[in-house]
């Protein structure tokens, strides 16, 4: 189980990304999503990374609140352009 309150930086260390504020901003600046792509099914993810992202979202567990969180910086653009 997990001991920790997940939050955004912690999701980066699962996922083996740099997780400080500004490789998150970096990130979810340059891998911006189109509407109809599912986080978990962006290409950029290895296979790995996507599974760990579809299993919690499934799961609805501790983890549900900051993959959301996450999904919503990666689909800034799209939402913009009211896509």
Same mark, same amino acid.
Request: no cysteine.
């Given at each position: 189980m997990f001991e920790q309150? &997940?939050?955004? *930086?912690l999701l980066f260390e699962?996922?083996?990304?740099?997780?400080? +504020?500004?490789?998150?901003?970096?990130?979810?600046?340059t891998h911006q999503l189109?509407?109809?792509?599912?986080? &978990?099914?962006? *290409?950029?993810?290895?296979?790995?990374?996507?599974?760990?992202?579809? +299993?919690?979202?499934?799961?609805?567990?501790?983890?549900?609140?900051?993959?959301?969180?996450?999904?919503?910086?990666?689909?800034? *653009?799209?939402?913009?352009?009211?896509?």
């Open positions: 309150q &997940p939050t955004l *930086e699962q996922l083996g990304l740099p997780a400080d +504020e500004a490789a998150i901003n970096e990130f979810t600046h189109p509407s109809e792509v599912a986080l &978990p099914d962006a *290409e950029f993810w290895s296979e790995g990374q996507s599974a760990f992202l579809r +299993e919690h979202w499934h799961q609805d567990d501790e983890w549900i609140v900051i993959i959301d969180k996450l999904n919503q910086l990666l689909h800034v *653009e799209s939402d913009k352009q009211g896509v």
